[in-house]
């Protein structure tokens, strides 16, 4: 899965540049969206048996499972703790931020 | 030659113009235009996703839904759906689709009324939509081809409202020329939409624009809608080079040359004047008529110019922008007022809920406009054929 990475969006220098009505180059990311997160996942891998419950429920798709270790994009991931609630070897725990 | 009704006409028009997508929803007096298409789907005759919707505001949303993946989109509707797809109309002018829609003109309720004047179109005026009116079921039929060529065109993409007036233009039978598929098809080549989903280059569409940007998106659309007054004459030329009429861009004048008065109007009541004026002239009066097409985008420069050559104008209005006058008047005296010393204006309340404007009524028009030249008194706005 090729997850698009943060860019700066090119925004138009002329009234010539300016799309032809409200429209922008899709796909693309321009910040990062995290800054309401309140707790943390932290996940053992020791504990990790790759079932990929996590990375099947998470509502905003930040599970990566390209690589052996499962990573967790914190640039969005929003800390709703659903993939703690469910994993079935509890390897992944809830933890404030700051902490 | 074919004996249709206007909203034939109009069925003939859209059939020929190969639309991909017609989602629509019956109001009377569109409803003839919606059954003939259905009969042409239901025939073959017509090859395209005919959607019953289940209302006109969503009938709108398909369209533009239509739009967005390339296809050519029509629809059509009168008055209550006109007002029910409100919003959807400033949603594809703002996000520049190029659908055409006939709307038969009709008056709002309350109080409720199936017949025709022009306050359900004129009244969304400023949605951004490119608003002609036609005379007649020939001009009906050719301006929903011509519709599409103007929209489409690559300095336009804005949405077109073609209008006829209920009943007297939707139901009324003449002799209409359809004009052969082969011939359309060689003026209206298929849509190639530069505003349209690409798979090879994925875009997000209808978005939103912070205050740091959305002004710069209005004033893409007013670009487009002045190119759109050089368009609009462009295409009349083509169209009449190809199929043999014209009808003179955005606006048309009638026995003007010497007028010293002139009545200007919109739509069928055109039709009616016409005999007026030739009756008036023979009897050695100097009047004109003047047919305002398209409402939007407004020919202001053509009534500056007007401005110095006639001594009094009036304006038919089928509406009434209450707390003022008719819309219609407004704009032109706004117009006529950008010259030095403009001529005077009286606003013609009529023809309001299919109250008829008869020929008594516009020769009375004319009389009063000279009065007016005469320096005799006349009140800027008059209701026509009120009971009391």
Known sequence: MAKPQIVKFKFPESLKEMPLGPSAEAGILTEPNAGWRVQRPVLDHSKCSRCLMCWVLCPEGVIDKQNEKLEIDMNYCKGCGLCAHECPKDAITMVNEGE | ?388
């Open chain 2, 1 to 388: 030659m074919d004996f249709l009704n206007g909203d034939e006409a109009v069925a003939y028009g859209a059939k020929l113009c190969r639309p991909h997508v017609i989602p629509v929803y019956p109001i009377t007096p569109q409803t003839i235009v919606v059954e003939r298409i259905a009969d042409f789907v239901a025939n073959k005759l017509m090859d395209c996703e005919y959607i019953h919707v289940e209302s006109e505001h969503s009938a709108m949303c398909a369209a533009m839904g239509a739009s967005l993946v390339g296809a050519r989109a029509f629809t059509a509707t009168s008055s209550q759906g006109l007002a029910y797809m409100h919003e959807m109309l400033h949603y594809v002018s703002g996000s520049r689709f190029p659908i055409v829609m006939m709307n038969a003109n009709r008056t709002l309720a309350a109080p409720w009324n199936i017949f025709g004047d022009q306050r359900d179109s004129l009244s969304q005026r400023d949605t951004g939509w490119i608003q002609v009116y036609v005379e007649n079921g020939q001009e009906a039929l050719d301006m929903i081809i011509q519709a599409y060529a103007i929209a489409e065109d690559d300095r336009v993409y804005t949405p077109v409202m073609v209008n006829l007036d209920g009943f007297v233009n939707t139901h009324t039978y003449e002799l209409v020329d359809i004009p052969e598929q082969h011939e359309v098809d060689q003026f209206l080549p298929p849509l190639r939409s530069k505003n349209a989903i690409d798979f090879n280059h994925p875009r997000s569409f209808c978005i939103s624009a912070a205050t740091e940007w959305n002004m710069e998106f209005r004033y893409q659309q007013y670009e487009a809608m002045e190119n759109a007054k050089q368009v609009i004459v462009e295409v009349d030329k083509r169209f009449g080079d190809k199929f043999g009429r014209y009808y003179h861009g955005l606006v048309e004048e009638y026995r003007c040359e010497d007028a010293e008065v002139v009545l200007v109007a919109l739509g069928s009541a055109i039709g009616t004047s016409r005999i007026v004026v030739d009756k008036l002239r023979e009897q050695g009066l100097k009047v004109g008529l003047v047919k305002l097409r398209f409402y939007r985008p407004f020919p202001a420069e053509y009534f500056k110019a007007l401005s110095k050559r006639v001594k009094a104008v009036g304006v038919i209005d089928r509406d009434l922008s209450f707390g003022y006058e008719g819309a219609v008047a407004s704009d032109i005296k706004s117009a006529l007022n950008s010259a030095g010393s403009p001529p005077k204006v009286i606003n013609f309340i009529a023809g309001i809920a299919g109250r008829d404007i008869t020929k008594e009524n516009i020769e009375g028009m004319y009389h009063k406009l000279f009065n007016l030249s005469q320096g005799k008194f006349e009140k800027e706005l008059q209701f026509t054929g009120l009971r009391w």
